[in-house]
């Protein structure tokens, strides 16, 4: 059974920073393409960062692009979402994903899901940016 853990959330100050783990079991996450999304209250899900299985391709979203970072650490079978210089538009509740190699759509496709979204999912964890 494949399955994704986020942790690392929390309340920050605006231009605080803050970690997001996305730990996997059940699947070696080098094979699989891996997505951050978010979701406000009242709003629909959406693609931040997604990065291809062999990590040559990266789609940011324009409201993130220069303040996070995806990386993976292969030999922990996690990846992670640096996420700097916070603003509360940033708010909501953050999502891992993943999405198998075979499954040939792009990394902005996936972001974006105008395909289908991915078909893995954790539970995740809020992330709050307030003063």
């Known amino acids: 059974q494949l399955q994704l853990v986020e942790s690392g959330g929390g309340s920050v100050q605006p231009g605080g920073s803050l970690r997001l783990s996305c730990a996997a079991s059940?699947?070696?996450?080098?094979?699989?393409?891996i997505g951050w999304f978010r979701q406000a209250p009242g709003k629909e899900r959406e693609g931040v960062l997604c990065?291809?299985?062999?990590?040559?391709?990266?789609y940011y979203a324009d409201s993130v692009r220069g303040r996070f970072t995806i990386s993976r650490d292969n030999a922990k079978n996690t990846v992670y979402l640096q996420m700097n210089s916070l603003k509360p538009e940033d708010t909501g509740v953050y999502y891992c994903?993943?999405?198998?190699?075979?499954?040939?759509?792009?990394?902005?496709?996936?972001?974006?899901?105008?395909?289908?979204?991915?078909?893995?999912w954790g539970q995740g964890t809020q992330v709050t940016v307030s003063s």
């Open positions: 994903a993943a999405e198998s190699q075979v499954t040939t759509m792009s990394v902005q496709a996936m972001c974006l899901m105008t395909e289908f979204p991915p078909h893995y």
């Open positions: 059940g699947f070696t996450v080098d094979y699989y393409k």
């Open positions: 990065i291809s299985s062999n990590n040559n391709s990266t």
